[in-house]
């Protein structure tokens, strides 16, 4: 089976994130995909060895956006996250 931590990450953490989802196919290895804002495959995360702790230090580096509940509003600078905004100062930074 899974391991608890990975349990209650896909249970209680996922619905915290916005524009996360899940893909989990029945008896692989729950795996989190990353999809950019045209829905392209951006990386498949293995979560079987992770804890649930390093799971969210992860999802959070990657710039998601974690409500307080699952109802929570999302700011309007968060709602495509983690897609950064095309604007200048951004692609400045990766010239």
Do not use: W
Request: aromatic share 8%; charged share 25%; hydrophobic share 35%.
């Amino acid at each position: 089976g899974h391991s608890p931590q990975v349990k209650a990450f896909v249970t209680q953490d996922i619905p915290l994130y916005h524009n996360l989802e899940m893909k989990h196919l029945p008896g692989a290895d729950p795996e989190l995909v990353l999809l950019s804002l045209q829905y392209e495959e951006l990386e498949r995360i293995p979560l079987s060895d992770m804890t649930r702790e390093e799971i969210n230090q992860l999802i959070q580096d990657l710039g998601f956006y974690r409500k307080e509940t699952p109802d929570a509003p999302v700011p309007e600078e968060f709602q495509f996250a983690p897609a950064k905004p095309l604007d200048g100062a951004c692609r400045a930074n990766n010239s």
